[in-house]
């Protein structure tokens, strides 16, 4: 009997997860803190860093195993990315890419390099075109990256993701596990404090194991309890400009 395809439920719970995570780490961020109130610190150093990795490990996954039209969810990024950056950079104070700009370009070198490894037939056109975009996503990771949320080391987790989770799915443990070393010592390099370390790594490797197993093993949400498409897509950009409102109030 051949194995269950891998199974996506998981992330419907860690679309919620990243989201609340996320608000609480920048309401923190730029309302709590800012006003005065130095014990928010802990929000943004434990909550606040469960965020990234699984956003990042979240768009690895769907572009393994929820989409063939790459290019089109790597559009979807920019634009949200694009509507969010003016809050962003109000709240910032600097120039800045905001995170969506990391998920795309990470996003973009990940499908680039397997689509050249993956082309059968290495029809030279086909070829060349993925070497080319390989080539700008590099020169952009190398130019940009210093400028973007995470850096570089936050580009370069979602390929890292994307090879882990093929491997965990497909091979054997011992393969699987060799081929986790990356985006566990990427993980590494997000954070500094030892609490927030401990949070990133914590949110990887548990990623993973949920990958080891497919996602079979976490139970599916009831349909009333997922996020709506236009709520998933809206939410990052929106809670910034309430954010902003906000700070302007006070």
């Known amino acids: 009997m051949p194995p269950a395809p891998p199974c996506s439920g998981w992330t419907e719970w860690g679309k919620w997860l990243a989201l609340i995570t996320m608000t609480l780490d920048h309401v923190a961020r730029y309302l ?26 979240m768009v690895a996954w769907h572009a393994l195993y929820d989409t063939s039209r790459h290019w089109r969810y790597t559009r979807r990024l920019l634009i949200i990315g694009l509507v969010a950056q003016l809050p962003f950079m109000l709240l910032t104070g600097g120039l ?12 973009m070198l990940a499908c680039t390099t397997r689509a050249l490894m993956r082309e059968a037939a290495w029809n030279p056109a086909t070829v060349l075109r993925h070497v080319l975009l390989a080539a700008v996503g590099l020169f952009l990771w190398y130019a940009v990256g210093p400028r973007l949320e995470y850096g570089r080391d936050g580009v370069l987790i979602i390929p890292a993701f994307m090879l882990a989770q093929y491997l965990l799915v497909n091979y054997p443990r011992l393969t699987a596990a060799l081929g986790c070393l990356p985006v566990c010592w990427l ?16 949110t990887t490797l548990f990623v993973l194991v ?40 006070q």
């Open 210 to 249: 949920i990958a080891a197993r497919g996602g079979h093993d976490v139970p599916r949400l009831p349909p009333r309890a997922t996020l709506p498409r236009w709520l998933w897509r809206s939410w990052y950009p929106g809670h910034l400009g309430i954010i902003v409102a906000l700070v302007v109030v």
């Open 96 to 107: 800045a890419l905001n995170v969506c700009f990391t998920l795309a370009l990470g996003l």
């Open 32 to 57: 709590l803190v800012p006003a005065g109130h130095g014990q928010a610190l802990w929000i943004m150093e434990t909550a606040g860093r469960i965020a990234f990795p699984l956003f990042a490990a």
């Open 187 to 202: 993980a590494t390099q997000l954070n500094d404090s030892t609490p927030a370390l401990f949070f990133t790594c914590a």
